[in-house]
């Protein structure tokens, strides 16, 4: 029988947050050794998500990995905050960073440089 409204359901779980200790990535040249922890880890993890496109590659889930494709060709007015905000949106997907700031943009032609 299906609860009538959510009073009636039961929370039977709980959260953690998962060790940050993962296998050391070595990029270049692309080797994987070792373990790494903390704030590497983080940092790892960030070079991560900015190097894959969000929605293109099944393996990962869809909120991992930042939208930054359709970018490509667009009036930089429009690219500059919308940069800022999608580094923003796939960087706090992972529980261990809070937010990002500082934002600086080096425009050089049709090429920008991001800082933050």
């Known amino acids: 029988m299906i609860p009538?409204?959510?009073d009636d359901l039961?929370?039977?779980y709980d959260f953690s947050e998962l060790p940050s200790r993962t296998y050391k990535l070595h990029a270049p040249p692309n080797t994987v050794s070792g373990l790494t922890d903390k704030r590497d880890a983080v940092r790892q993890a960030i070079y991560l998500i900015l190097s894959v496109e969000r929605y293109e590659h099944i393996i990962y889930s869809w909120n991992y990995g930042?939208?930054?494709k359709d970018l490509f060709g667009k009036p930089?007015?429009?690219a500059l905050p919308?940069?800022?905000r999608r580094v923003?949106?796939?960087l706090t997907q992972d529980t261990r960073i809070t937010g990002t700031d500082d934002f600086?943009?080096?425009v050089r032609g049709?090429?920008?440089h991001v800082t933050f």
């Open 4 to 6: 009538a409204n959510n």
């Open 10 to 12: 039961r929370v039977d």
């Open 66 to 68: 930042v939208e930054l």
């Open 76 to 78: 930089t007015s429009y």
């Open 82 to 84: 919308e940069i800022k």
């Open 88 to 90: 923003t949106e796939a």
């Open 104 to 106: 600086e943009f080096d």
């Open 110 to 112: 049709n090429v920008i």
